[in-house]
Each structure stands twice: as C-alpha cells, then as structure tokens.
C-alpha cells in the first residue's frame, strides 16, 4: 500500500520525544549540532503553517472573518517563520553525531517528506487550498478539521520542544563564548512557544475532532498503488488486499480529465461498456457476499444491530446491479463508432481484476471466472472464519463500492460530453429495413442518449447509496476501511463550505450530471427534477419527453421566425467549421430523426431496458 | 419489437438454427459478414435473456452479452459488410431452459469463430482481415463463456 502521511508524522514525533528525552549537558560539538537540526525542524514545521492559506479577505460585506484557528495559525506561521530564520539550519552528519542530533535530524527529515507527501495532492507549483487538486484527497486535506489536526500536531511538537530548548540554553559549557548561540536559541524558543499557545488555545476553543486526526494520519500519498494482478488460488485475505489496492487505482483513475482525447480508448462506447459489465458483475457479488456475511454473523452470535447492518447493507447492495446491468443493456445499443488501433486502458484492467476478485470473494471456488463453468457460492465459515474476518471483508466490498460511485460519476460526465458532442452512434443495421443508409452508423436519437444518462444517474444514485450505508457498517463494527466515511463527511463537508463562500478551487472535479436536456428554456422541467433528486428514470424520461417537445415547439417557433426576418438581413453565418469526425461527415447528408414504423427509432432489443425505463417506452423503446 | 415492428415469440433453439445454417451457407465474405452480424445480435439477445435466471451465472451471461457485443462491433467496423438491416428479431422471454440457452450459445461461439477465422483467408483487405480477426476471438469468448 502507498505511505500514508502518518508513516511520517508518528516517527517526526517519535524522534522529537527521544531527542528531548537526553536531560544530561550536550558536547560543544554537538550542542552546536542540535542547534542547526532543531533549525531545520522549525523550518519544517514554518513551511507547513506557509502552506496554509492566509486567512481569507472577509470581503466587501465582511460575511467570513477569520476564524479563531485561522488567526492562530497566521500568528504561528509568522512567529515560526522568524525563527527558522535566526536559527542555523543545516543538515549535519549524522553518522556519528550524538543520539540527539541523530534523532533531531531524522525528526527533520520525516516532517519534510510527510509535507512532500501532502503536496503530491495537487499539482506543480499548487499550495494545498490554493493549487488545482491532483486527487481525490485534496479537499479533505484543505478541509478545516484536517487542518485542524496538522495544526494541533505541529502545536504539539513545538510544545515539547520549547522546555528542550530552553534547557539548552541553561547548560551551554562557556555561556559568554555562546551568548550569540543562546539569543538565538531564545528567539527560537520564543516562535515554538506563540506557535504552541496560539495553536492550543484555538484548540480550546474548538477541538479537533478525533476523526479529523484519524483521516490525517491516513492520508495516503496521490499516486496509484501499482496493479497487483489476481493470482491463483488466493485466500479471502489476498482476495480482500487486491480489491482494496484496485479499489484505489480507480479511485485515482477517477481523476483523470474527464475530457480526454476523442479517441482516446478511455472515452469509446466499449471502454464504457466494459466498466458497467464490471460494475455490475462487483456490485453482484458484493450482494451476494454481504448475504453470506449476515448469516455468519448470526453464527457467529455477532450484535444484533451489526447483523442488521449487515443485512441493510445487502439490502442496499440488491439495489445497485439491476441498474449497472441496466446501463450495459444501453450500450449493447450504443456506440461511439469504430475505433481503429484503441488498446484497453489501464482502468480497465483495473475494472477486470475488481469483478474477478470480487466474485472469487462470493464464490467457492479459488479460480472463480465470469464463466459458465462457475462454482457455488462462498460457504459462510470459509468467508469469515472469525469475528475478526468479518470486518476485513466488509472492507474490502466498501472500498470496491466507493471506486465503483467515484469513477461512475466520471464516466457519466464523460458520456455526457460526448452525447453533447453527438458522438454517440446506432449501427445502422439494427435500424427499420426502410431506412436506407449507406454508412455503419447513425447518430443516435436524443431519446436514447438521454435515457443512457438517465440510466446512469439511477446506478450511480444506487451506488451511492449503498456506499453510505457501508460508511456506517464499516464504522460499527470498526473496519478498516471506516476513514472512507470519515473521509466522505469531511469532504464534503468542505465542498459545502466551499461552494458557501464561492471558493470552490475544485471546478475539475467530476459530480454527477444530469441527463442532457434540450438547450435554453426547454430544459427547465428535467432540471427542475434533478434539484428535486429525483432519479427515477421514467420520471425523468417524462420530463425530458416534455423538454424535447418544448425545444421542437421553440425551434419550429424560431425557425418562422427567422424565415420572416430572412428577407431583412442575412442569418449569420457559422463562423467555425465543425469537425470533420468520420461518422458525424458519415451522417451529416442523413435525414436527423431516423424513424421506424411508427416514427420511433426502433432496435431489437426490449429486455436492454431496466423495468422502470420500459414504463415509458411509449417514448424510448 | 423486429425492424420491422413484429413482435413474436421466437423458439431461441429454432432461431440459432437458423442463422447457424446462414452462417454455415455463407458464400462470400458480404454474406458470411452480414449473417455474422446477425448471429452475434442473437447471441447477446439470448445472453440477456439468461442473465437474471440464475445468481451463479449472472457473470457469464453478462460476460457473453459483452462479447457478442464486441463481435457485433467488430463485424460492423468491416468494409465488405452489405448495407441493410438485421434479420434478428426481439425475443420475448422464452420457455427455454438455461442448459438449452448456454448449449446454443456455446455452439453458436464454436461456428462463428470458425466461420470468421476461415474469412480472414478470404479477403487481402487488412481492414476487413482485422475486423473477421477481432470478431472471431469475440465469438471464440461466447465459446469459453458458455462451456462447462
């Protein structure tokens, strides 16, 4: 697994505990030695409070001051910043330095690799809470309880540090030769001692909660783990390990733009089409794995409430898969055309092993394949032997189900962009005999992108769902995947924050999008039913039937009109040529609205559809 | 609902008859690719009929309806496809057992991957080459998929 920033701030702290704890007289050597390592780590701890943003403008109505935290952490910076400068901070050997100098210079060196680690979350030249983000960490980490916490860290190791220092400049072995040495060491003492008061007394008035400082030591450094293909064989615990280790790849793989290269194999119909098979076939399993969890956990004579719980979050799960499986029957339709050369993207793999591991989790059989040769499911005493194993494997189906709602909304936005850019396509065999088209594809009817979209608002809405209710099982029965809750809350904690004071830094960021409606007013009554949160798809479908009826109505309107101006003055002409895409040249001299029989786009599937999108299939068959 | 707007009830064993018997009667590489096209929206139409029936094997008829789907794709992406429109109709639920289902598909995977493979040699056009090459390893999975 990748470093979390707590494999750097537990050692920096151990180090500054040892190093303090030495109470006898120090060498001159190496009295002048920990006073250049102490410089250097009251030049870490500086350019962490020089990272934190100043304490924002209250602007022009003064809605936001500063907060108590905000102005203790100004306070601090300035008094740490003078500090490092009046000490001599300079690497020194170590190899045969004294313990003290060894531990103060080892201290340093942890607190700048865990700041390192901390800015590996947002890109070059980027400060955390100003930069642009570079992971799915960084609001949490700009959060204020997250900064809460590194803040009362910092606090804590100033604190232990100032009866150290002072006691240096009490026992220096020729005090007048070294007056210089102690001023400096006084002015030092004075910047640990204001960081200290005025972090502790924000801290009074506004503790940190212990979530915060649970979600900072887990912050984890932002690149993916790399890919451990499934092996053979591999017991429930391997099992586990994989799928939270790819659970995190997508995770990151949810970062990437969600606007990539046209023909890039990350944005084709079959790129998508493969991550809702696996969606589908992840969330499946994990249904059927929290089943056999609930039953072991009645065996195992595991709380009531925790087997509830369990029971919920099976429950919840049965929701998700009939919605992904869904999507996938949209794209057996749907295509992005023919792409000559595109390779499987990394993601992808990833998307194979986590529905590989996963269904081995569910099923008997080690080698388990999404074949027809398959086993049987999982016996209960062989998933979970112990109470123990119970919380490993919840974990390792809520990791699976938080990549699975991240990457989805990724995707949904991505699909979304190329249904706006009409490049979503229908093989032109699958349309009515009378429609004579000489081209492979067509472009695909608004209906039907908008009932893709819709579909996928509803599983990521399921998705969704059932990761807050893993949140809170993780958390009761305290598996280790709980910071994933944590991390949930905080986040979104800071984007409400964020979005309150109009300081979102965050635009890159991918959230679920609505289906597209018609431009302009016509799209007002699907829009209307988002901010509702409706995502019932045959409710949503109904208003983007009334939507596109209104757009008809306002083109055909606009269209008169325009014809009655034309003979005043000329309709502007398109300043920009279009791209020449294959299929979009390939259609262009096509008529717009293909129509079967009965004027609908026609296809040869009626089971592609979930049950409630085939309630409406007056307008989407 | 076909093409056309029929809605029928279709025997699923007597429908990959037929188009095993198109495909096995395919004499150029237009027909042999349009019967393809056919054979593959057959399969993903029996692999999504399968694919609720029972929990151990939603994966592999979710997997099948994929491949058929990559076969289709790959079958389109082929110059020397005619122009027209598929013969395959919409399947209404069928009375079929799942043994009957996985066994057609199984069979039908077998005579596409032969089929295509062989129309790889009869064509010099790469495009044409590739596209049988990629829908015959499409058809050659629904094989695996659906064997036991």
């Known amino acids: 697994m990748n470093p979390t920033f707590g494999d750097f701030l537990t050692p920096a702290g151990e180090h500054i505990t040892a190093a303090v704890a030495f109470r006898g007289e120090l060498p001159a ?17 500086a350019r962490y409070l020089g990272d934190l943003p100043p304490p924002h403008d209250p602007g022009p109505g003064g809605t936001f001051p500063p907060t108590f935290r905000e102005r203790a952490a100004a306070d601090a910076r300035v008094a740490l910043r003078r500090a490092a400068r009046t000490l001599r901070h300079r690497a020194t050997s170590t190899q045969d330095a004294h313990p003290v100098v060894r531990h103060l210079s080892a201290a340093a060196d942890y607190l700048s690799a865990g700041r390192d680690l901390l800015h590996t979350h947002f890109t070059t030249g980027g400060q955390p809470g100003t930069g642009p983000e570079n992971s799915y960490w960084a609001p949490a980490i700009t959060s204020a309880p997250v900064t809460s916490a590194l803040l009362s860290e910092l606090a804590h190791h100033a604190r232990v540090l100032v009866p150290w220092a002072a006691q240096l400049t009490m026992t220096a072995p020729g005090l007048c030769a070294l007056a210089a040495d102690r001023l400096i060491l006084h002015q030092a003492i004075s910047g640990l001692w204001i960081t200290a008061a005025a972090i502790q007394a924000a801290e009074h008035d506004n503790p940190t909660p212990p979530r915060a400082r649970h979600l900072l030591a887990a912050i984890p450094a932002a690149a993916p783990p790399p890919r451990q293909p499934p092996g053979t064989g591999e017991p429930v615990t391997g099992l586990c390990h994989g799928i939270t280790i790819t659970a995190d790849r997508l995770r990151h793989a949810a970062r990437a733009p969600t606007q990539p290269g046209r023909w890039s194999p990350a944005a084709t119909s079959a790129s998508w089409r493969r991550a809702a098979l696996a969606c589908a076939i992840t969330s499946h399993a994990s249904e059927i794995v929290l089943h056999t969890l609930t039953d072991r956990a009645r065996h195992l004579g595991i709380e009531p409430a925790i087997t509830e719980r369990l029971r919920g979050a099976a429950a919840a799960m049965s929701q998700t898969w009939p919605w992904w499986r869904a999507v996938a029957c949209e794209w057996d339709i749907l295509s992005t055309g023919t792409h000559h050369g595109t390779s499987s993207t990394p993601a992808a793999a990833d998307f194979e092993d ?15 394949t999404p074949g027809y040769a398959g086993s049987s499911i999982r016996g209960r005493a062989v998933l979970a032997p112990a109470r123990g194993d119970v919380s490993t494997v919840v974990a390792a189906i809520h990791h699976a189900a938080d990549a699975i709602t991240r990457i989805a909304i990724q ?11 009409r490049r979503l396509y229908l093989p032109t065999r699958l349309m009515p005999a009378t429609c004579d088209i000489p081209y492979p594809y067509t472009l695909a009817p608004r209906k039907r992108t908008s009932k893709l979209l819709a579909t996928y608002a509803a599983a990521i809405g399921a998705s969704a769902r059932a990761t807050e209710v893993l949140d809170e099982l993780a958390a009761a029965i305290g598996a280790p995947s709980t910071i994933l809750g944590v991390h949930r809350s905080i986040a979104s904690q800071q984007a409400s924050t964020r979005r309150r004071e109009g300081t979102d830094i965050a635009q890159t960021q991918p959230r679920p999008v609505p289906p597209p409606a018609a431009p302009g007013q016509a799209a007002q009554i699907e829009h209307l039913l988002h901010s509702l949160q409706i995502t019932e798809p045959a409710l949503l479908l109904r208003a983007a039937a009334l939507d596109q009826a209104t757009h008809e109505l306002l083109a055909e309107a606009t269209a008169k009109s325009r014809k009655q101006g034309s003979a005043a003055a000329p309709l502007p002409q398109r300043s920009q040529k279009a791209p020449n895409w294959p299929a979009r040249a390939a259609g262009k001299d096509l008529p717009r609205h293909i129509s079967g029989r009965d004027g609908q786009v026609t296809h040869t599937d009626q089971k592609a559809a979930p049950t409630a999108v085939t309630a409406s299939k007056n307008s989407i068959r | 609902m076909s093409p056309s707007g029929c809605i029928r009830t279709v025997n699923h064993l007597q429908d990959t008859e037929e188009i095993s018997a198109r495909l096995r009667d395919a004499a150029s590489l237009p027909d042999l690719l349009a019967a393809s096209f056919d054979a593959f929206e057959i399969a993903r139409m029996l692999a999504r009929a399968g694919d609720l029936r029972l929990p151990e094997l939603f994966a592999a008829f979710m997997t099948t309806a994929d491949a058929a789907v ?26 079929a057992g799942t043994e009957e289902i996985t066994a057609a598909l199984a069979a039908l995977g077998t005579l596409l991957s032969d089929r295509l493979a062989y129309a790889v040699t009869l064509t010099a056009e790469p495009a044409d080459r590739d596209a049988c090459a990629a829908a015959a390893d499409a058809a050659s999975r629904i094989h695996h998929l659906m064997t036991p």
Do not use: F, K, N, Y
């Open chain 1, 29 to 45: 050597g190496a009295r002048e030695d920990a006073i250049a390592e102490l410089g250097r780590v009251v030049s870490a701890l």
């Open chain 1, 354 to 368: 986590l529905a590989l591991r996963t269904g081995r989790l569910a099923h008997a059989s080690p080698d388990w």
């Open chain 1, 411 to 421: 995707h949904q936005q991505a699909v979304s962009t190329a249904a706006g850019e």
């Open chain 2, 70 to 95: 990559d076969g289709r794709e790959a079958v389109t992406a082929a110059p020397a496809l005619p122009a027209g429109s598929t013969t395959a109709c919409a399947l209404t639920p069928s009375a």
